[in-house]
């Protein structure tokens, strides 16, 4: 089993809606957990991250986790074109590893 | 503006020839590390450094080395590229050791093995 499992999509979402994005994870271990948006072509870039349980808001962008259950999600309200992209969650492995363990993304795309 | 810097964007190689991926970050961050990003596996680390001349491996440091010779640099290197190297390579730095919430990855490099 994976530690961090996305659904691949594509997501198609028309202009305005409301879109989930979720994920889930194995390990008990996560202490903190990020979204990353990466757009065709570029690197990814942190989009919001969540110490806790419960619900975590940025504009258009809400960040939830249940630990009990071991599932992230994100939503975005108003969906725009320029959200098309593929969204990563990635929780960091504490302990000085450097390193975050990506699940695979789900690509999303907004059509106007 | 802070950057994360890699070259080649893009290579196409050869069995065999060895290469170097070069990344540079203008931050003064300690931490830096490679992934490699395949379809349906995501990114996976496959080297990291914590300060100049300590580095130590990921999840798949295979077939790769790295240096950190002065703190802005951080070059992959491929002494015998092989067929299954094909993929999309991203440097990462970041002033926490947890990475994360301070990461800034370059825009990746595409590299082919034929």
């Known amino acids: 089993q994976k530690e961090v499992e996305q659904d691949p999509g594509p997501l198609s979402v028309p202009e305005g809606a409301i879109v989930s994005l979720n994920c889930t994870y194995s390990?008990?271990?996560?202490?903190?957990f990020m979204w990353y948006r990466q757009y065709s072509r570029k690197g990814p870039e942190l989009l919001m991250y969540?110490?806790?349980?419960g619900n975590k808001e940025d504009g258009r962008f809400t960040a939830q986790v249940d630990k009990s259950s071991k599932y992230i999600s994100l939503f975005i309200r108003d969906s725009q074109p320029s959200d098309s992209a593929t969204y990563l969650c990635a929780p960091p492995i504490t302990g000085g590893y450097n390193k975050l363990i990506f699940g695979a993304g789900t690509r999303l795309a907004v059509h106007p | 503006e802070a950057q994360v810097t890699q070259n080649p964007r893009y290579l196409i190689t050869v069995t065999g020839k060895k290469l170097t991926v070069t990344c540079s970050q203008n931050?003064?961050?300690?931490?830096m590390s490679w992934y490699r990003q395949d379809p349906g596996l995501g990114l996976r680390q496959i080297y990291y450094s914590m300060n100049v001349e300590v580095t130590d491996k990921g999840d798949v440091p295979e077939g790769y080395k790295v240096s950190r010779k002065e703190k802005r640099n951080f070059p992959l290197i491929l002494e015998s590229p092989s067929p299954n190297q094909t993929s999309l390579y991203f440097c990462?730095?970041?002033?926490?050791?947890?990475?994360?919430?301070?990461?800034?990855f370059g825009s990746g490099t595409r590299l082919t093995v034929v």
């Open positions: 390990n008990s271990a996560f202490q903190y």
């Open positions: 931050m003064n961050h300690e931490y």
């Open positions: 969540t110490y806790s349980s």
């Open positions: 990462a730095s970041s002033y926490n050791r947890d990475g994360g919430i301070g990461y800034t």
